[in-house]
């Protein structure tokens, strides 16, 4: 589906399909709306040639509350169409902005610049802008009248149309670029501003403040430069259009009177002359003021179709498998970063229910990068990953995450409480048996009696990115909620970076008795003190497998002494 010169992807273009109906109501409307704007011009040529020669006070009060009914029904219509609209908006939001959102959350700041267009193209679509591109069609209307009341006033309005649709056509000329750039230019300011103040308290420790806000500022002067430059040269266009719509509208009163004079018109004409013209050149006055709005819309259209060009329409069906058991196999994995370079190379090992092995190695030797592709978080750029035997692409996302248990590096809470957060904002009715579940996490990870301590216990309530509790407390309730609905895979990554020595019992506590219940257990870490209760281990250096195998063999190699010149010989 094209649209102003776009090509929709299919997710927008079935969308923009759902609400044909919605634009197709609306421009009936518009037809009735445009008719009905003709009124005042047959109410004053009545008056003028009917009533005021022949003082008939019963028709002015017919032909009064005639245009009283037909200006009531114009209203009405008016409003109908903006409510289809605005209903029309509400649409497309219910369509996208699931798919949207959800891409917020997976593909982070680029998913959030989409969400943005897209609010950008709902507002537009409910706003009068929009509304007035609907009267544009309508035009010739009001140009046949034009010639029905004389010849020369209909001239007269099709020279004024022309010029103003020239206006529109160089309005889009000069601001369209400007603002495409502007736009772009705010965007990334934007994403750059959200990610300084997700480090707001590093840049506060370390005396950033002035200078971070010194560059964001940079960054946003651009973007509101081109901006400003771009509603300038609009604010030209549009006072050039206002000024040539009244001149016309005066100049057809002008014409009128002349023609009157002469003869060749009744003095009525010369009013509705004047309402006529007017009302022709009212659409594309509308669609110039508004030209700003329509250009950031369509400006964010192209975005949001780039961004979309390979998303599919629905989900990809998927046969339900049954409830994992916590077979995990990984065959020749890899992963590439964007700009091409491989970071994780031929990964291969396999975890069965009831063991635990650990990923040990220096920092960026992959481990995160593999954590992260075991729990469907990353997709391997190569190799396979299975569940049970299935690849995860498999497995339905959300149906395979409630039996996954996962802690990231950073405990990653949300805004919630405590409770919310544990049974990962769970909204089954059954309540109960949702709290028991939590209870028994809590209690699993060692963490109920520092959560009753909290001033509203369970229902104390987290701010954004789990504010209101140290980091070594978040790490636990983020142990707990990994450890909620009992998870047959449990994948910890740097579990006990900022934990204490009480910290580190609980995890190994919970650890060991998320193995005898049969669950697959993988931790990511630096300290060797969560060896202890692993069966094997794997040793990543610089993306690749060093060593992998029983904990107690593995180890031994490690702690080996390096073989002596002397000795090798």
């Known amino acids: 589906m094209n649209i102003f010169g776009i090509t929709l992807p299919p997710l927008l273009a079935r969308a923009a399909r759902e609400c044909k109906s919605h634009f197709l109501s609306a421009g009936l409307f518009s037809m009735f709306v445009n008719l009905l704007y003709l009124a005042p011009a047959i109410y004053m040529l009545q008056v003028y040639d009917r009533v005021v020669p022949t003082g008939g006070i019963a028709t002015l009060a017919f032909v009064t509350l005639a245009l009283a009914i037909a200006l009531l029904s114009l209203s009405a219509f008016d409003a109908v169409r903006l409510r289809l609209l605005v209903r029309a908006s509400l649409r497309l939001d219910a369509l996208v902005a699931p798919r949207l959102l959800k891409g917020t959350i997976t593909q982070g700041g680029a998913g959030t ?135 016309v509208q005066s100049a057809a009163l002008g014409l009128g009177a002349l023609l009157a004079v002469e003869g060749k018109i009744s003095s009525g004409a010369i009013i509705a002359a004047s309402i006529v013209v007017g009302r022709a050149l009212q659409p594309v006055d509308a669609v110039i003021s508004g030209w700003g709005s329509l250009m950031s819309a369509r400006a964010a259209t192209m975005r949001l179709s780039t961004a979309l060009e390979n998303e599919p329409v629905d989900d990809p069906v998927r046969t339900r498998l049954p409830d994992p058991k916590g077979q995990v196999s990984l065959d020749q994995v890899g992963l590439r970063m964007p700009d091409g370079r491989p970071i994780l190379f031929g990964v291969s090992m396999d975890v069965r229910p009831g063991e635990a092995v650990a990923l040990i190695g220096p920092s960026g030797s992959g481990k995160t ?111 707990a909620r990994a450890l909620y609905g009992s998870p047959a895979l449990l994948v910890l990554d ?56 029983e904990t107690s063999a593995v180890m031994a190699k490690l702690m080996a002494p390096a073989p002596t010149p002397e000795s090798a010989a």
């Open 369 to 479: 990068s593999l954590s992260k592709i075991i729990v469907g978080a990353t997709e391997a750029s190569v190799g396979t990953v299975r569940i049970d035997g299935a690849k995860l692409s498999d497995w339905d996302p959300d149906e395979l995450g409630r039996h996954i248990g996962y802690i990231p590096q950073q405990p990653s809470l949300l805004e919630g409480t405590i409770r919310d957060n544990i049974c990962r904002f769970d909204d089954n009715p059954n309540r109960a048996n949702v709290d028991a579940h939590v209870v028994e996490a809590a209690k699993l990870a060692g963490v109920h009696e520092l959560v009753l301590h909290l001033p509203q216990g369970y229902e104390t309530v987290l701010g954004p990115m789990g504010q209101g509790l140290s980091a070594g407390q978040a790490q636990r309730i983020a142990l």
């Open 113 to 247: 610049q989409a969400m943005r267009d897209f609010d950008t193209i709902r507002t537009t679509v409910a706003s009068p802008a929009f509304a007035a591109l609907f009267d544009v069609p309508w035009l010739p209307i009001f140009l046949i009248v034009s010639f029905m009341l004389h010849f020369w006033i209909g001239v007269l309005a099709i020279v004024a149309s022309v010029a103003m649709l020239a206006l529109a056509w160089a309005n889009q000329r000069v601001t369209r670029p400007a603002i495409n750039e502007a736009t772009a230019t705010l965007a990334s300011a934007a994403n750059w501003t959200q990610g300084a103040a997700m480090q707001g308290e590093s840049v506060r420790a370390l005396g950033m403040t002035s200078r971070i806000v010194s560059l964001g500022l940079d960054k946003r002067s651009a973007g509101v430069g081109q901006l400003a430059g771009s509603q300038f040269d609009g604010s030209r266009f549009t006072a050039a259009g206002r000024f040539l719509r009244m001149f």
């Open 494 to 549: 740097e579990p006990n970076s900022w934990l204490d020595t009480d910290g580190d019992v609980a995890l190994a506590n919970a650890v060991k008795a998320m193995k005898a219940r049969g669950s697959a257990v993988i931790i990511a870490a630096h300290r060797k003190t969560v060896l202890e209760f692993t069966d094997k281990v794997m040793v990543l250096e610089s993306g690749r497998p060093r060593m992998y195998g």
